[in-house]
Nanobody, 119 residues
């Protein structure tokens, strides 16, 4: 069993910053890619940023230049530093990890953390 626990969401004014954290725990042999997604009501969940086990990153166009994803492999934790936040960044942010618990990798999700950016 693998659990992902997110923290760091909240309410911030436009132009402000937030840092999200997501810690993975449980029966983990190896974590491959980790990432952040977001979802607003009535829309599909969308990728924000992803980071490989080796540190390679990929960002959605909306996140480039403002958000930074990083990870601490020793702590099985991924972070998302969000700067210059805009009202359109308001969403529930979900952590995702591709984890090898036994033999084959599988995707796991956190419970989500609300980010609200006021104008």
């Amino acid at each position: 069993q693998v659990q992902l626990v997110e923290s760091g969401g909240g309410l911030v004014q436009a132009g402000g910053s937030l840092r999200l954290s997501c810690a993975a725990s449980g029966s983990i042999r190896r974590i491959n890619a980790m990432g952040w997604y977001r979802q607003v009501p009535g829309k599909q969940r969308e990728l924000v940023a992803v980071i490989s086990s080796g540190g390679s990153t990929n960002y959605a166009d909306s996140a480039k230049g403002r958000f930074t994803i990083s990870r601490d492999n020793a702590k099985n934790t991924v972070y998302l530093q969000m700067n210059s936040l805009k009202p359109e960044d308001t969403a529930v942010y979900y952590c995702n990890a591709n984890v090898v618990a036994r033999i084959l990798p599988d995707d796991y999700w956190g419970q989500g953390t609300q980010v609200t950016v006021s104008s």
